[in-house]
Every structure is written in C-alpha cells, then in structure tokens.
C-alpha cells in the first residue's frame, strides 16, 4: 500500500514512523514548510503520564524531551485564583521529539502538493494538516480561536513566574498562558474568540523584560470531531488529528488527541468506517466539552440549566486525572464556569 501523509506535526510525525515501520506499506510526507523552517506550533505543555507511552511506540524516552516538570499551575479568574497541582504536566522539547520520530522516513519538505496531484500515485492521502484541513471538504458552521504564541528568553531569575500560569478572559473565550521551557525561556500567548489577545500579549510583553526570539500564529479547532465530518472526500483521502476537530476544547489541548487519533488510524487503516467509529467512540465526551464552551462564549451557559453536563465533565476529568496530569476539583470547575 503507498501512502501520502501531508503535514508533519503531530499526528504526521507519529503516522511517518508508525507506517514506516511496516513492510507492506510505502510511506512518504509532505511538509509545506522547508526543513530549516519546519516548527512545532503550540504551546508545548503536554502530559507525561500518556505521552511516555506513546513516544516508546516510536522507540523513543520521553523524558529525554522534558524541559520543565510542574508543580502547580496558576489559574487566574480575574476576581480570583486557582492553583492547580500538577500531576504529570510538563513543557517538552516538541519539535526535537517530531524530528526524531520521523528521522529515517521519507519526507518531502517546502511541498504541499495538490490532492489530484497526489491521487495518481497514492492509495490513500492523510491530511494530517491541523486546522487548514487542505485535503478534505471544508466545513460549514465550525468554530475557532485565534492564537498568537512568542518564543522568549528572561534574564536567569527575573522571570515573571516559576511554573505554569494561565489567565482566563472573561466568558471563557480564551486564555493567556505562560509556560516555562528551560534556562529562562518561555511560550508567551493567548487565543480569544474575541480577538482580544493580540493586545494583552503585547502588554504583559512590555510589563516583563525579555529578549523575544519568535512569533508564531495560528487558528485552532474547536469543533469536535462529531461536527467535523466528513473524515475522508469518499475517495481517496481521510482525515487524522485536529484535521478532523482532535482538540480538548476546555483546554485548547490537542498533542495528546492528535496522536491518539494517529494511532486509531494506524489500527484501524484497512477498515476506514472502523475508524471513523472509533474516533467518534474515542473523543465523544468532546462533544459535551464543546457545548460548555460554545455556551459559555455565547452567554447562554446557566448552571441551573447544564448542571448535568458539568458534572459528567467533571466525572470525566476526575476520572482521567493521570491523563490530564493535573488534579481535578468540584469547586475548581464551579469557580471556572462563573468567569
């Protein structure tokens, strides 16, 4: 079987080494991004509890890659804090990860070939290109945050904070969030629905001397995989991570989904409506996270009303706590769902 895997983030980089390995499957990659140029766009703060794992599938130690292991995590209401104690949340080195999961495969970089360029060649096409979704339909009604994220370097003991620390807008529309590396630097960012982040960036940018080394932008997801269907074009191409909506839309959280939604394809490929059941399957509980979401930003969430639906995403969180790696409490959720 030949396949195309277009876009090497993530899901790509998981999908490259996994199908490589294989012997009766010719893999090749498509990066849009040349070599020298090629990032790993996002935060960088994952879980290692799950990501271990899925980083020895790749013949790979995770803890090679960790920059920064939390402790707490400060989360600012506005009126109010709550500090969070981290179970497992670290910042890692994303980008060297990716480059050794893929390092040995066959990738193309600097091309983003056209899917009927692709199709002649190819049995099946992964668009594993994130938000853009290049290769399949495009989506109708979806939802989506902007985002913008600098790469900084403080001056060794005049960083603003020691550990993570996120700043939630009002209505819950989005987020400010500073997360340690190592050796003083630092992402910087924030995405809001009402596009209100590029200026507070800018602000605590100035507030807090440091030397900015990159800036990067982006759109993520919000939409559940359930509203992002279809997850193929009927013929050759199907859908992989935040392509086909792999994001954990309370948190802007998409590394971990994105490679388990690799990983779904990799057991299901033969069999793509298999797939299709089990992504759904997978990250149904999505669904209900997005809703909490969409309500909050609209203005329309009443505790009265959705008390149910808080309390089986609280169940769900509490329950994945390891996954999460961070401790989930009742009167933590009640103080978020007021902002």
């Known amino acids: 079987m030949k396949i195309a895997v277009a876009g090497i983030g993530v899901a790509g980089a998981y999908l490259m080494n996994q199908l490589s390995a294989m012997r009766d499957v010719q893999v090749t990659g498509f990066e849009r991004m040349p070599e020298e140029q090629h990032d790993a766009v996002c935060a960088w703060a994952t879980c290692e509890n799950v990501m271990t794992s899925l980083a020895k599938n790749c013949g790979l130690n995770f803890e090679d890659y960790i920059l920064h292991d939390g402790r707490h995590m400060r989360v600012d209401l506005g009126k109010e804090c709550v500090d969070l104690k981290l179970k ?4 890692y080195d994303k980008l ?18 056209r899917k009927d360029e692709l199709e002649p060649d190819f049995d ?9 979704r290049n290769y399949l339909p495009r989506l109708q009604n979806e939802m989506w945050i902007p985002c913008v994220q600098y790469k900084v370097r403080y001056e060794q003991g005049k960083e603003p904070f020691d550990d993570f620390y996120l700043k939630a807008f009002p209505a819950m529309t989005g987020y400010f969030w500073y ?14 629905f009402a596009k209100g982040h590029n200026q507070f960036v800018d602000d605590f940018l100035r507030k807090h001397d440091c030397e900015v080394l990159k800036k990067v932008g982006r759109p993520v997801r919000l939409s559940p995989p359930a509203r992002c269907e279809p997850f193929t074009d009927g013929r050759k191409c199907v859908g992989v991570g935040e392509s086909i909506g792999t994001v954990f839309a309370l948190l802007g959280e998409g590394i971990i989904p994105a490679t388990w939604c690799a990983d779904l394809f990799v057991k299901n490929m033969h069999d793509l409506q298999a ?8 990250f149904k509980v999505y669904s ?4 909490f979401v969409q309500l909050k930003i609209q203005g329309k969430f009443s505790m009265l009303r959705h008390a149910a639906d808080m309390i089986r995403i609280y169940n769900h969180m509490k ?17 978020v769902s007021k902002i």
């Open 88 to 91: 497992g949340m670290v910042s």
């Open 96 to 113: 060297r990860l990716i480059q050794d999961m893929i390092r040995g495969t066959d990738i193309k970089f600097g091309r983003a070939p």
């Open 124 to 132: 099946l096409i992964i668009d594993a290109t994130g938000f853009h």
């Open 179 to 192: 997360f340690p590396l190592d050796n003083g630097y630092a992402h910087v960012g924030a995405g809001d």
């Open 275 to 282: 797939y299709r059941d089990a992504v759904l399957e997978k």
């Open 288 to 291: 209900l996270v997005f809703k």
């Open 319 to 335: 329950g994945e706590e390891e996954r999460f790696g961070m401790g989930v409490r009742m009167a933590d959720m009640l103080k």
